[in-house]
T-cell receptor, first 112, second 111 residues
Framework: GENVEQHPSTLSVQEGDSAVIKCTYS??????FPWYKQELGKRPQLIID?????GEKKDQRIAVTLNKTAKHFSLHITETQPEDSAVYFC???????????FGSGTQLTVLP | DVKVTQSSRYLVKRTGEKVFLECVQD?????MFWYRQDPGLGLRLIYF???????EKGDIPEGYSVSREKKERFSLILESASTNQTSMYLC??????????FGSGTRLTVV
């Protein structure tokens, strides 16, 4: 089955700086890669996703890049703000499957 | 908005008890999932279901079972609770792998 590794496990940045979280996956058939944000005490929520026919996708301060050859994808957050502080999870799934395999999570702390 | 409701936010049970965690969705999603969340381990899939009375094992099914008698309800059962099942349990629904919606979670403590 699919295996997703996520790094780093914790990340602290100064407000206004950029943050990058990286994930690798094992199943070359995977073609959907979402990112979830979980604020303290709340449920995970989808913030951005990318499909394998696209190399990069942006949504305001958030972007995701995908390198299918290397089997890795990354989340980029620019101009970080205190409300970006949360746990971020990457995930992957092959098109034939309906379930997501998640990474281990990254605790992002944005320092004022 | 899809609503996914987990019956309990916090639960404390004794070792050896049979525990039921309930998840109910108010949309017509065919897929339902149970994950457990532990620090440093992320979200690990316990069981999932694509249809009524149908279930599939996930990555860590040992010590758990599930029931899906109606499309909107997916129950996770701990047959004999143990302390290593102390965790946050998250239910999710979807119409495919795309667009998971999570419940608020049940934090279970087994003493």
């Amino acid at each position: 089955g699919e295996n997703v590794e996520q790094h780093p496990s914790t990340l602290s940045v100064q407000e206004g700086d950029s943050a990058v979280i990286k994930c690798t996956y094992s199943d070359s058939a995977s073609n959907y890669f979402p990112w979830y944000k979980q604020e303290l005490g709340k449920r995970p929520q989808l913030i951005i996703d990318i499909r394998s026919n696209v190399g990069e996708k942006k949504d305001q301060r958030i972007a995701v890049t995908l390198n299918k050859t290397a089997k890795h994808f990354s989340l980029h957050i620019t101009e970080t703000q205190p409300e970006d502080s949360a746990v971020y999870f990457c995930a992957a799934t092959p098109g034939s499957a309906r379930q997501l395999t998640f990474g281990s999570g990254t605790q992002l702390t944005v320092l004022p | 908005d899809v609503k996914v409701t987990q019956s309990s936010r916090y639960l404390v049970k004794r070792t050896g008890e049979k525990v039921f965690l309930e998840c109910v969705q108010d949309m017509d999603h065919e897929n339902m999932f149970w994950y457990r969340q532990d620090p440093g381990l992320g979200l690990r899939l316990i069981y999932f279901s694509y249809d009524v009375k149908m279930k599939e094992k996930g990555d860590i099914p040992e010590g758990y079972s599930v029931s899906r008698e109606k499309k909107e309800r997916f129950s996770l059962i701990l047959e004999s609770a143990s302390t290593n099942q102390t965790s946050m349990y998250l239910c999710a629904t979807s119409t495919g792998a795309y667009g998971y919606t999570f419940g608020s979670g049940t934090r279970l403590t087994v003493v």
